[in-house]
């Protein structure tokens, strides 16, 4: 157990007592209602797929052909391993059907040692009648819904062509608990405009929603992206974190950040050859190690 916050791990034991569990990407296809002009164009500023997308997932192959490629991937190192289907490319409950979904979801859960899925998606691409499908499936396996929420402000959403609000979410999260469907919330740390200030007010606002778990991670301007574009012509205004001040950053969240809510992660860690700045060369688990060592030094008691 983490002294100072439920990590991934801990909050995994929770839900699967005495499994040890792996994500399996899954991409099925699917695009985002600000890129195919449901409501904009040219999704999040930010946002490059291929950046995070294992080379076992291509949306021409069928979700059990993935899940199986996902698992030869990982069955080597461990062998004893059950998995979570994770539907993680782009907003995985748009633009299709909801009997194509429940059809998806359904066989992606029932594929061999899968014991529960995550679905990816967007706050404001959650309709009561799929909401029902989740609920009726996670009563047979877990199923958690991760929403990208990424900041509290509405301004800064507008300006990284989200396209939704702080509103929606807060809704989201609250229909998605009226069905005891567990949820997470993506968080993005430096967005343009943003400091620490307004990083640590949108994880306050997040922690009083009834949500299981936060995923953070620094902004990481990558190439093929828009941000690249507007940032290196100085259209828009971004000033990366350093290590240290992201560090320092950090502590606060986790100081902050209720027991009862999983911190998942702190960093993201795209290709290196693909990440302009910043340029840290650490691993998630490094990150965290340091960032442990720095509590630690600072003789801070756990707040639980």
Same mark, same amino acid.
């Given at each position: 157990?983490?002294?100072?916050?439920?990590?991934?791990?801990?909050?995994?034991?929770?839900?699967?007592?005495?499994?040890?569990?792996?994500?399996?990407?899954?991409?099925?296809?699917?695009?985002?209602?600000?890129?195919?002009?449901?409501?904009?164009?040219?999704?999040?500023?930010?946002?490059?797929?291929?950046?995070?997308?294992?080379?076992?997932? *291509?949306?021409?192959?069928?979700?059990?052909?993935?899940?199986?490629?996902?698992?030869?991937?990982?069955?080597?190192?461990?062998?004893?391993?059950?998995?979570?289907?994770?539907?993680?490319?782009?907003?995985?409950?748009?633009?299709?059907?909801?009997?194509?979904?429940?059809?998806?979801?359904?066989?992606?859960?029932?594929?061999?040692?899968?014991?529960?899925? /995550?679905?990816?998606?967007?706050?404001?691409?959650?309709?009561?009648?799929?909401?029902?499908?989740?609920?009726?499936?996670?009563?047979?396996?877990?199923?958690?819904?991760?929403?990208?929420?990424?900041?509290?402000?509405?301004?800064?959403?507008?300006?990284?062509?989200?396209?939704?609000?702080?509103?929606?979410?807060?809704?989201?999260?609250?229909?998605?608990?009226?069905?005891?469907?567990?949820?997470?919330?993506?968080?993005?740390?430096?967005?343009?405009?943003?400091?620490?200030?307004?990083?640590?007010?949108?994880?306050?606002?997040?922690?009083?929603?009834?949500?299981?778990?936060?995923?953070?991670?620094?902004? %990481?301007?990558?190439?093929?992206?828009?941000?690249?574009?507007?940032?290196?012509?100085?259209?828009?205004?971004?000033?990366?974190?350093?290590?240290?001040?992201?560090?320092?950053?950090?502590?606060?969240?986790?100081?902050?950040?209720?027991?009862? /809510?999983?911190?998942?992660?702190?960093?993201? *860690?795209?290709?290196?050859?693909?990440?302009?700045?910043?340029?840290?060369?650490?691993?998630?688990? %490094?990150?965290?190690?340091?960032?442990?060592?720095? /509590?630690?030094?600072?003789?801070?008691?756990?707040?639980?």
């Amino acid at each position: 157990m983490n002294r100072y916050y439920k990590d991934f791990g801990e909050y995994m034991q929770e839900v699967f007592p005495g499994i040890k569990v792996q994500k399996l990407s899954i991409d099925a296809g699917f695009t985002c209602p600000n890129r195919d002009g449901s409501i904009g164009r040219g999704g999040c500023i930010y946002c490059n797929n291929a950046s995070f997308t294992p080379g076992y997932c *291509s949306p021409q192959d069928p979700v059990e052909l993935q899940i199986e490629k996902g698992k030869a991937f990982f069955r080597k190192k461990y062998p004893e391993m059950k998995y979570l289907a994770y539907f993680q490319s782009y907003t995985n409950t748009f633009g299709k059907s909801i009997d194509i979904l429940a059809e998806m979801y359904r066989r992606a859960a029932g594929s061999e040692d899968v014991v529960g899925i /995550i679905i990816g998606t967007r706050p404001d691409c959650l309709p009561d009648e799929l909401l029902d499908v989740l609920a009726e499936l996670n009563k047979e396996k877990p199923v958690i819904v991760e929403i990208g929420a990424e900041t509290s402000s509405d301004h800064t959403l507008q300006l990284i062509n989200r396209n939704h609000t702080w509103k929606q979410v807060e809704e989201a999260a609250e229909r998605l608990n009226s069905r005891g469907i567990r949820t997470g919330l993506h968080l993005i740390a430096g967005l343009p405009g943003e400091d620490a200030n307004d990083v640590l007010e949108t994880i306050r606002k997040a922690c009083s929603l009834p949500i299981d778990s936060i995923k953070l991670h620094q902004l %990481q301007i990558v190439k093929g992206t828009p941000l690249l574009k507007k940032w290196e012509a100085g259209e828009i205004n971004v000033v990366p974190f350093s290590l240290e001040e992201y560090l320092e950053l950090c502590v606060k969240i986790v100081l902050s950040v209720p027991h009862h /809510i999983c911190i998942e992660r702190f960093l993201s *860690s795209s290709p290196p050859d693909m990440v302009v700045a910043p340029k840290w060369g650490l691993k998630n688990y %490094q990150f965290t190690n340091l960032l442990m060592n720095r /509590i630690a030094k600072k003789d801070i008691r756990p707040h639980f």
